[in-house]
């Protein structure tokens, strides 16, 4: 009985306990707020980091992109001849080469970020989830770049612009939001299943030739073309082509592939919040 007494009294009482919320306060925004100024560091952070002690800098965010889409535009465009909805091939497939390089590098920055930082989550609290939402946000700068490269390129072809460019800062956030999701149900996995950086870039690989990005949707039969609108990227990527291109093919917004596309953004993001919160509490455990 004294050993128990004893055992209770030297048990230290936890200042914070982390346990899985509803699914809305998952997202735990107060936290958030507090904790801003470490987000605003660790977003500087990475965009600082990501590129130091190269030779080219920044200029490795326009690179991957553009040599992607030079040999897209050979294989693709010459060769096979695939059909690019009236658009010159170089211009159509860097328009959906601008959001997916984006998208893949976001995911693959935050699905590593939280084992990349062990050292700050075995030490200190904060909301675990700032990591993986700095990295998303870091991804940002490289896209600023790459947007630069696609008005070279809109000027190049003497693309009029619409009234459809708009719509652009909608699907930027929309991006970031469903890379920010993706990224972050892939940290807390890869917190516990180190296999998940092995498996994600088979998944990078996959889902780049699932997406419209060297091909239209329009060349598939209209009966399995509903296969394709299944993933968020392919409502996003023909949205960007509409905002930056319609002035050149006359092309309109498919609304319902880009509700689709909400909606699928959104089911996954409440989803990888609640795992994401319902895993926190062992991350300093097993990291």
Known sequence: MLNEQAETIDRPTPHLVIEPRGYWSSFNLGDLWRYRELFYFLTW????????????????????????????????????????????????????????????????????????????????????????????????????????????????????????????????????????????????????????????????????????IIYPVSMMPQKYQWIFRLNPLTGIIEGYRVALLSGMNNSSFNWAAIGFSVFITMLLLVYAARHFRSTERIFADII
């Open 45 to 212: 952070r990475d965009v600082k980091v990501r590129y130091k002690q190269t030779a080219l800098g920044a200029a490795w965010a326009i690179l991957q992109p553009v040599f992607n889409m030079i040999l897209f535009s050979i294989i693709f465009g010459r060769v096979a001849k695939l059909p690019s909805d009236e658009i010159p091939y170089p211009l159509f497939a860097f328009a959906g080469l601008l959001p997916w390089t984006f998208f893949s590098n976001a995911i693959g920055m935050a699905s590593a970020s939280l084992v990349g930082n062990s050292h700050l989550i075995t030490k200190v609290y904060f909301p675990r989830m700032i990591i993986p939402a700095a990295a998303v946000l870091a991804g940002l700068v490289d896209l600023a770049f790459t947007f630069a490269v696609m008005a070279v390129l809109l000027v190049w072809y003497q693309v009029p612009l619409s009234a459809n460019l708009i719509m652009l800062p909608v699907l930027v956030i929309l991006t970031s939001t469903l890379a920010f999701a993706t990224g972050t149900l892939l940290s807390s996995l890869n917190v516990k299943y180190r296999d998940i950086r092995y498996v994600i870039p088979f998944l990078t690989q996959f889902w780049m030739f699932a997406t419209p």
